[in-house]
């Protein structure tokens, strides 16, 4: 729960001419606020800023313009200003709020600590620290479950790369085995071609090689037909 009351001016006898400025910064911002006019707000409180209640104010009129990083830190000027410890507890209970509105939970809670620290029995920043520690609580368990997505992510990329990598050395495994089924690599065979080919007979001594079998057959079937050649008949006795 926010708090934007406005800290109003005390009537007193001050007759410093300082004093009487920012009385006055602090009744036109005042005025202006109320009417919801901001701009002319924002204005009027900063001329009174080197006062605690001027600092707040303006505090509020940021944090009604939806300037939150400037109503933070005009609330942390705040409470370092202000003097006594309610001062400080509404101070630090809105630096709560525009942590709130920020989404940063855990400086929300940690200023609404604050704050109890200085009024324990306030309801409303009591409340206010259960919602933060509660939205904190969860955002944390946001991160983690990111982070476990993000790890199981990663862990999935490897394992694609790990089957892809696999599956590659398989290919490459089934190219070589493909190479060797006569049992030789392939490079084991164009060695054993080239071999082959440089013990390849030439032409002429192939002719040599082909007309000595040639000849060769020829006295074998020279002999063949000796053998086979029939003998004379005994010539006819004579008588005597």
């Not at 602090?26 to 006019?37: I, P, W």
């Not at 009129?61 to 830190?73: F, G, H, I, M, P």
Request: aromatic residues 6%; hydrophobic residues 25%; charged residues 35%.
């Amino acid at each position: 729960m926010a708090r934007l009351t406005l800290i109003l001016i005390a009537v007193t006898c001050s007759c410093g001419l300082q004093a009487q400025e920012v009385d006055r910064s602090l009744r036109k911002g005042n005025s202006a606020y109320e009417k919801g006019d901001l701009k002319d707000a924002v204005t009027n409180y900063s001329g009174a800023a080197k006062d605690e209640r001027g600092m707040f104010n303006l505090g509020n009129a940021y944090y009604r313009q939806d300037s939150t990083a400037l109503a933070q830190r005009t609330y942390e000027n705040a409470a370092s200003m202000a003097k006594g410890a309610p001062a400080q507890a509404r101070a630090y209970h809105n630096l709560g709020n525009s942590w709130m509105r920020q989404g940063n939970y855990q400086e929300a809670a940690n200023a609404y600590k604050e704050a109890l620290k200085r009024t324990p029995d306030d309801d409303d920043t009591r409340y206010n620290l259960a919602y933060a520690q509660k939205k904190l609580a969860q955002q944390q368990q946001q991160q983690q479950q990111n982070k476990d997505q993000n790890k199981d992510q990663k862990d999935q990329d490897k394992q694609k790369q790990d089957q892809k990598s696999k599956d590659q050395q398989d290919k490459d495994q089934q190219k070589k085995d493909d190479q060797e089924k006569d049992g030789q690599p392939k490079d084991d065979q164009d060695k054993k071609q080239q071999q082959q080919q440089q013990e390849r007979i030439n032409p002429q001594d192939a002719k040599r090689m082909l007309d000595a079998a040639q000849q060769q057959e020829k006295d074998v079937q020279d002999k063949v037909r000796r053998i086979m050649q029939p003998k004379p008949a005994a010539p006819a006795e004579k008588d005597w």
